[in-house]
């Protein structure tokens, strides 16, 4: 175990060269990388590491860079990538086919603002476009839990009981940009709390095709299987964070994080880093007297609807702050966490740093003085914080 | 140079319903898998110069360790529904644009593994030509360790027959109805300027030239290219028992030239046409796709010539060793 200052995209790269040796006594370990900002500092620390087991491809493309991977995994070997943004994408193809084979890829994904117009900087709305895709997402809060969960998402995705790919998602240049002391340990304690990869479908002599061709009940049938493998996770996750802490000493998050929520009255949902900047209005709102809590949400997908219902149970009045923008609609947090507060909670939607806009403690407090005064919720709010 | 020898001793294909036999069990011979790549109960339409083709490579593969990336195409139809797969080999269903990426990764891992597993796309003009355009040159450009093949119908066959970059002047497709206003793209010219090992057009009226030139490119490494012309009854509106005659047409008479080039220098022709005007008019009259248009044979034929130049030029100009 060292001490290391890195960008959280350093972080990840280290995760990833570590979770990928540690499977060099078995299949080995690669991927398909393409760069695009704010992710490149990841892919480039990879491209600069040696592996006795294991090839990085610089490819033409994402939608490559996830087809190189999905062979690798095909083949039986542990892979990593990463992205943002229009990278997503345009990879957005093959996220799809990469769930659907079930392959236990795990991607690094920094959040980026789609554009045209370009725009660099944090914005939810790329990798909640993949929503739907099939695969496990996390959202981070700092450096450390960048690593930590590239780490837990290989023992996730390698499960037998799961089989699903993992996206570890955090905040452009907040933390991808931004160098934190992080633990990292040494390449035997990860294999520790790594096993080799065997997958159970993997390519070898037998002829058999994989993603062929499916009919209507076939389909049924992968979908529920896939479903299943989705409802497990929860289960495995809380497995994966023992065996971590019995590993590595430190516990990562739950999929959904309390903070001062036993008595709160007023809550604020939230993902990410919004979730620290909330934390901070929470302890000056209580020292006003406001029963106020913070509840951050780590996984997305699945979505932890019974966890969320417990921690939001005694809320009377709830924030839901979306980084993010379903044109029509309003924030696709809040549309799909409103359902799990509890009857006659006053649920109100404010869009947030969208495009990167800093979220400042008094754009929150703004916030949370319109919640005080509301008697119902309104429209979902789009809350411009200025730059 | 091929290394069939080496393979366990086969027998003929005999076996009911395991073999399909090359050129219709005229050519079963010791050297034949015992699991065709093709197997029975394939749903390829009847005289679908695929099928001839992916027997004519499976019997250049003999005992050959093979894994295959077929993208999107009329080529992973043929696998059937989950879970059976028409095909004795295995293989995995890429996405459209996908194939020559995914089987870089099976490559890259069969070789850090040791593994001497010869991993081939076997891929239609649509996957090629167009979609899997850039992910197909820049795996060629990185020489990754991947044969692929292309079945060139000239059409896109699985979605019912539009026109593709391959598709010849003249030729009627559901998006052309009035016959494609340009000509198809110089396939050979844009692998030979990537400079990959090995590069060739085979074709499937001269098995013993494609059997012959599959096996080379199998053995060699680094990125390989293969071209074939492959008859599509359906697409083309032409008799299924047709299609080998269609394709000797295209040779003699030059439309389909028939070479390869090595290391993206040398070229060399391995079947001389006669460059017979008879043979071209046949060729077009043999096919509905072609009936009724404006098609101007005297053009045509003049383009040939041209092609022609340029193709000696090419193997007069490369450097022989
Ligand atoms: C991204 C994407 N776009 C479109 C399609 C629909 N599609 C499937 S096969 C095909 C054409 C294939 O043509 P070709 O590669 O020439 O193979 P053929 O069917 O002629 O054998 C198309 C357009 C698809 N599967 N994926
Ligand atoms: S449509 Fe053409 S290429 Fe496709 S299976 Fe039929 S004959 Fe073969
Ligand atoms: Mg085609």
Known sequence: MSLEFVSANHAAAMAAALAGRANERARGFGGGVYPITPQTECIEWLCQQEFARGEIVRVESEHSAMAVCMGMALAGARTFTASSSNGLA???????????????????????????????????GDTLLLRDSGWVQFYCEDNQEVFDSILLAYRLAEDRRVLLPVLVCQDAFVLSHTMMQTDVPDLETVRRFLPDLDLPHRLGDRPVTVGGLDFPHETEAHRRQHAEAMARVPEVYRECQDRFAAVFGRRPADAVECYRMDDAEVAFLSMATTASTVRAVVDAARGRGVK????????????????????????????????????????????????????????????????????RPRDVDGMLQDLLARDAAGEPRLVEVGS | ???????????????????????????????????????????????????????????????????????????????????????????????????????????????????????????????????????????????????????????????????????????????????????????????????VPYVASVSLAHPDDAVAKFARALDLRGFRFVHVLAPCPTGWKSEPAEGIRLVRLAVRSGLYPVCQIEEGRRWTVDVEPDFDRDALAEYFAGQGRFRGDRLDLGAVAGQIQEQWQELRRRCAGGVRT
């Not at chain 1, 659907?100 to 959040?111: D, E, K, S």
């Not at chain 2, 076997?122 to 979609?131: K, R, V």
Request: include cysteine; glycine fraction near 12%; proline fraction near 6%.
């Open chain 1, 90 to 124: 345009y990879m957005t193809e093959n996220v799809f086919a990469a769930a659907l084979y079930r392959l236990p890829i795990v991607m690094m994904a920094v959040n980026r603002t789609l554009g045209p117009p370009w725009n660099i900087w944090v914005d939810h």
């Open chain 1, 292 to 359: 106020l809590g913070a509840v951050r949400l780590r996984m997305f997908r699945p979505f932890p609807e019974a966890a969320l219902r417990s921690a939001l149970a005694g809320c009377r009045r709830l924030g839901i702050l979306d980084r993010d923008i379903s044109l029509g609609l309003g924030g696709v947090l809040w549309a799909e966490a409103r359902a799990c507060a509890p009857a006659g909670c006053v649920v109100q939607n404010y869009m947030v740093g969208l495009g990167g806009g800093d979220v």
């Open chain 2, 1 to 195: 140079m091929s290394s069939r020898e080496d393979g366990p001793a086969r027998g003929p294909c005999a076996a009911p319903g395991t073999c399909e036999p090359l050129l219709a069990g005229m050519a079963g011979t010791a050297c034949d898998r015992d699991a065709p790549l093709l197997r029975a109960g394939n749903t390829n339409c009847g005289g679908c110069g695929m099928s001839i083709t992916l027997n004519m490579l499976s019997r250049a593969i003999g005992a050959r360790r093979v894994q295959l990336a077929i993208p999107a195409c009329c080529g992973i139809v043929t696998a059937g529904p989950f879970p059976y797969s028409a095909y004795g080999a295995p293989v995995v269903a890429a996405t459209f644009a996908s194939a020559a990426a995914v089987a870089t990764g099976l490559a890259r891992v069969a070789q850090m593994n040791g593994e001497d597993t010869r991993v081939l796309c076997f891929a239609g003009d649509g996957g090629t030509y167009d979609i899997g355009m850039a992910t197909l040159s820049a795996a060629a450009e990185r020489d990754e360790d991947i044969l692929y093949v292309c079945y060139d119908n000239e059409i896109y066959g699985n979605t019912g027959g539009q026109r593709s970059s391959a598709t010849p002047l003249g030729a009627r497709t559901s998006t052309t109805p009035a016959g494609k206003a340009q000509a198809k793209k110089d396939i050979l010219a844009i692998l030979a300027a990537h400079r």
